[in-house]
């Protein structure tokens, strides 16, 4: 039997030694707001139900204990009740849940006051040919900027320098500024800059007190306006003033406008003022400072994160005739001001696709030579074209999207999505390559999309060690969908065409249908009403034998969509004290408008035949091994899967994480045996969770973090697993930022670790009953060495639950049973 249909994981290196794992100290969930492993959670994990070797030659995965297999879903006399309760969860639990501890990055270098120039190009050696494309469409619209030629231009570059964070900590704006005044500038080139949003400068020069301009020269930093006062950086109308100003004092033949901050992809936009948090500049606002700027730009890019995306290009496109920016999270460095500016200034008729195409060979280069390890993703869009080749192609492919949705091909979407880059998923902004996608759903009008797309971007590089990034992305809910509503709110206020917002509308009611009806609503149902105990529940759960998987259906989506039931007295909803209307009005709260009930009751026969059974996450014995025995149609409805191990210490669970370490037998099986062994960093057990795992024919790349403290600050670790470092390798730790209090937006690259740092590694406590009970030290501090060993111990002490997380086609989570020997 083939196994072209399994998830694939990582190969795990297995050391020979072992070492002890136990929590210390008290808790610190305080410090850390929560759990800093699984946001999901784990009450949906199979319990204290468990297979040994002495037992019994089948168990079944089930929520509420081994007692009941997974297939016993409701009756129609439990339903209502069920109903009620699964409501409230589903619609705040699933669609305003766990998404909201967005994840940021930072990395900080030592770059302060640098007054030499960083070029190392001698150690670089890339003799690739990387052609820029000049072709324009016929449809493309005409440019805003006409060019004189010859070098008799002038050009106003415009830098829109919030420091933030990145400047206090790392003096990261400081030495773009360096690069900037380490260029050849000429006379008929200005480069003004706005400063701000930082709660200090890195120089002597620059005031954090006020906002400030200052024009770049060859002699150095000119001021030009001393104390505009303390405005937020992420505000319109600073932003305007500042187009205003340049146009007016800086009159040019071609204009660029540069914003250098936080980046935060198509919902969260851009910039993080520290004198002003909790806030950033939304795409609809982005629109309307340049809209009152009145000013048409040649090139308008970003030097932040996330910003490469569809909504982006359509927001910029009335202003300006090109965009740059990156589908990634951008590493610390980001862009090398150097030689782009040099090269405007040797001919300021440049064009602007060679310009750019300097600019983005730059960038991959330096990151290439500084941070290697790094990912790197940089594109030129001409927005002419785009606005003339693109909306009629992109209306055909939500359409047809759309069409394949209703007409029961749900799972094609799903797996086109499943497959496709994702960007930055720990911060869970669900922004993937728009040209993958396209490919992977692969209808005639998707291809026709992607081909237009191509036609746009006029330069795309990447690094080497990511793969399908072609330049540009969108936003495309997938699992959950808490984040759909900012979505179409956005879009409504940037003129998104309607039809996508029916497609990602049409794909969310589905998957909502799909995890209402599923055989993971038993998962909800123990994590309800029996939990992790074992126990079977405060109700009994009576025999369904005599309704077909239809009928079943059928009959949750009528008590989900009718609120509970209200017309009953003795309604289940009414059981609990709510009534119908009620649930109702809870469930629209939280979900929106989207949710369409007409296209969920349409898919009935759907959802029945294309259901994960949950029962068939028994454990079997073949040829004296343990496996989980699933049909491929099964394997066809199976997403992703994790190896989840929970430690026993006597008091609870220590919560080792979430690692896509399995194998399969010749048959296709998964192979349920433990050899009792967890990842290590330099022989200390660590709570690792899977990030990412991408493959691409015979290349991969597999991201992980692991929790933890480091010099005291709350970090991720991120670990990677490539060709390149099959065993793994550290490569910097992620700054976790407080949502709340702080920013939404994705910051540039990571924190180095270097010798002497001091690492508190972390983990999640769980009851015996499978609440969260707080965070705790993982093991004794560690002090970084500045190199990593990565491997698989064995741990020494407690004794285990480990469980495979299965996740399908809708985004429902189910659990084998747990194996203990």
Partial sequence: MGK??????????????????NKRGSGIGNITGGPVGDSGGYSDRTGTSSSKRAGTGRVS?????????????????????????AVIYFAYTNFMGPDNDTQTSQQFENLIGSTQSNDTSSSYVDKGAYPVSKSVSKLARDKYTTLQGKGADNATIMVYMCGTDLEERAGMATSDLQEMLEAQISDNVNIIVETGGTSKWQNNVINSKTNQRYRVTSKGLQLLEDNLGKKSMVEPNTLTDFIKYCKKNYPADRYA???????????????????????????????TALKNGGCKFDLIGFDACLMATLETAIVLEPYSDYMIASEEVEPGIGWHYTGWVTALSNNTS?????????????????????????????????????????????????????????????????????????????????????????????????????????????????????????GVSIFFPYGTTSKLNTALSTYNKIGMDDEYSECIKSFASLTAGGQITSSGSDNLLASLLGGFTGGSGSLPIPDTSGSSSS???????????????????????????????????????????????????????????????????????????????????????????????????????????????????????????????????????????????????????????????????????????DNDYPDGTVIGAQVKY????????IAK???????????????????????????????????????WDIENLSVENGSYRMTYRFTDIYGNRYWTPAITD
């Fill in 61 to 85: 995965a089930s929520g509420a204990g081994g007692s009941r297999g997974a297939r016993s879903l409701l009756s129609s006399k439990s339903i209502l009740v069920i109903v009620a309760i």
């Fill in 257 to 287: 406008l540069i914003f250098w901050d936080h980046g935060g992809g198509s919902l969260t936009a851009f910039g993080y003022d520290q004198h002003f948090p909790n806030n950033s500049m939304t795409l609809d606002e982005i629109a």
């Fill in 551 to 721: 009928d079943i259906v059928g009959s949750l989506l009528s008590s989900f969509l009718s609120g509970g039931g209200s017309s009953s007295g003795s309604s289940g909803s009414s059981l609990l004290g709510i009534g119908g209307d009620t649930l109702t009005d809870i469930a629209v709260g939280a979900l929106g408008n989207w949710l369409d009930g007409d296209r969920m009751k349409a898919s009935e026969e759907y959802y029945a035949e294309n259901r994960f059974d949950a029962a068939a996450l028994e454990i079997i014995e073949k040829d004296g091994q343990r496996v989980v025995s699933l049909t491929d149609d099964q394997w066809d409805l199976v997403h992703h899967m994790e190896m989840n191990v929970f430690l026993d210490d006597g008091e609870g669970f220590i919560d080792l994480g979430l690692d896509n370490v399995y194998e399969y037998n010749d048959e296709g099986d998964l192979i349920m045996e433990y050899d009792g062994t967890w990842l290590a960093l330099n022989g200390n057990i660590v709570s690792y969770y899977l990030v990412s795992d991408d493959h691409s024919g015979d290349s991969y790349s597999i991201r992980g973090r692991v929790p933890a403290l480091l010099n005291g600050q709350l970090v991720d670790i991120i670990v990677v697993f």
């Fill in 350 to 470: 440049i064009p602007t696709t060679d310009l750019g195409k300097k600019l983005i060979d730059d960038y991959v280069k330096e990151v290439a030579i500084r941070t290697p390890r790094s990912q790197a993703t940089l594109s030129l869009i001409d927005l002419a074209e785009l606005k003339g080749t693109v909306p009629e192609e992109f209306v055909a492919f939500s359409k047809s999207t759309s069409e394949l949705i209703d007409k029961d091909e749900y799972k094609t979407i799903s797996d086109a999505r499943a497959g496709t880059k994702e960007f930055s998923p720990q911060s869970k902004l669900y922004q993937i390559d728009l040209i993958h996608f396209a490919d992977n759903v692969g209808s005639p009008q998707a291809k026709s999309f992607a081909d237009a797309l191509r036609g746009c971007i006029k330069y795309n590089r990447t690094s080497t060690n990511i793969s399908n990034a072609n």
């Fill in 738 to 745: 407080d949502t709340a209090q702080e920013t939404e937006t």
């Fill in 749 to 787: 690259g990571l924190i180095d670790i270097v010798p002497g740092d001091k690492i508190d590694f972390l983990c999640d406590y769980y009851t015996y009953e499978g609440q969260y009970s707080d965070t705790y030290y993982l093991g004794e501090q560690y002090t970084a060495t500045g190199e």
């Fill in 4 to 21: 072209d249909n399994r998830p694939e994981g990582r190969k795990k290196r297995v050391g020979m030694g072992s070492a002890k794992v």
